[in-house]
């Protein structure tokens, strides 16, 4: 009786840890696959994040030539800021647009 648990143990641990391998693979292989695909039809580009709070954060999103500064919460997203791309060197002609929350 132990020894024929033993038995099937020893047969079918190989063959989960396999199982458990190649379910991996494949999934890292789709996940390169799938992102080169979108990579070239992509007009929406995450810029940079920062965590203000557990649970809050900012984020600058570029956007059709736009850059758009996000409030994210777990309720939703906030539209907080937009402005044009920065240009090289040129910071203090560049302000901001206010967009007021709904």
């Known amino acids: ?3 024929e648990y033993l038995a099937r143990l020893a047969l079918l641990l190989p063959i989960l840890g396999l199982l458990i391998w190649s379910s991996l693979r494949l999934t890292r292989y789709l996940q390169t696959r799938f ?5 070239a ?3 929406v580009q995450l810029v940079e994040t920062s965590l203000v709070a557990p649970g809050l954060k900012l984020a600058v999103v570029r956007f059709h030539n736009r850059e758009i500064l996000l409030g994210l919460s777990r309720q939703g997203l906030v539209r907080l800021a937009e402005s044009d791309p920065v240009a090289s060197g040129d910071n203090a002609s560049q302000k901001p647009t206010e967009i007021d929350p709904v």
């Open 35 to 39: 992102v080169g695909m979108q990579g």
């Open 1 to 3: 009786m132990i020894v």
């Open 41 to 43: 039809a992509r007009s």
